[in-house]
C-alpha cells in the first residue's frame, strides 16, 4: 500500500534551518508529482510546496517562497524539504504526499518547532 514516512524535524531557533525527508512506497514513485504539507492545531493543511516528476514546474506557497527548497531523489524514493531561515510560524506538523491524490493516507508527519 501506498505509505510515507517523514523524518528530519525538531526544534530550532529562529533563523535556523532543517532539512525533512520523506520516504515513500506503494507506488512507482517517478511517475507522480510530490508535495509537503504543514498543519497547526485548529487550522486547516496547508500546501507548502510541489515538486514535479522532473525538471521545471516547482511551486511554493507565497509564505515560504525564498526560505524553502523542496527536492526529489526518484532513485530512492524520497523528496526533501530543505528550510533555512525558519521563522516561529513556521511551526508545524509537516506532512508529504503524491499531489491531487485524495485516496492517499497521510503518514505521520514530523513537528517542527521553531522558537528561542
Known amino acids: 500500500q501506498v505509505q510515507f514516512v517523514e523524518s528530519g524535524g525538531g526544534l530550532v531557533q529562529p533563523g535556523g534551518s532543517l532539512r525533512l525527508s520523506c520516504a515513500a512506497s506503494?507506488?512507482?514513485?517517478?511517475?507522480?508529482?510530490m508535495s509537503w504539507y504543514r498543519q497547526t492545531p485548529g487550522k486547516e493543511r496547508e500546501l507548502v510546496a510541489t515538486?514535479?516528476?522532473?525538471?521545471?514546474?516547482?511551486n511554493y506557497a507565497d509564505s515560504v517562497k525564498g526560505r524553502f527548497t523542496i527536492s526529489r531523489d526518484n532513485a530512492k524514493k524520497t523528496v526533501y524539504l530543505q528550510m533555512n531561515s525558519l521563522k516561529p510560524e513556521d511551526t508545524a506538523v509537516y506532512f508529504c504526499?503524491?499531489?491531487?491524490?485524495?485516496?492517499?493516507?497521510w503518514g505521520q508527519g514530523t513537528q517542527v518547532t521553531v522558537s528561542s
Open positions: 506503494g507506488f512507482t514513485f517517478g511517475f507522480y508529482y
Open positions: 515538486v514535479p516528476t522532473a525538471g521545471s514546474g516547482i
Open positions: 504526499k503524491r499531489t491531487n491524490q485524495d485516496s492517499d493516507s
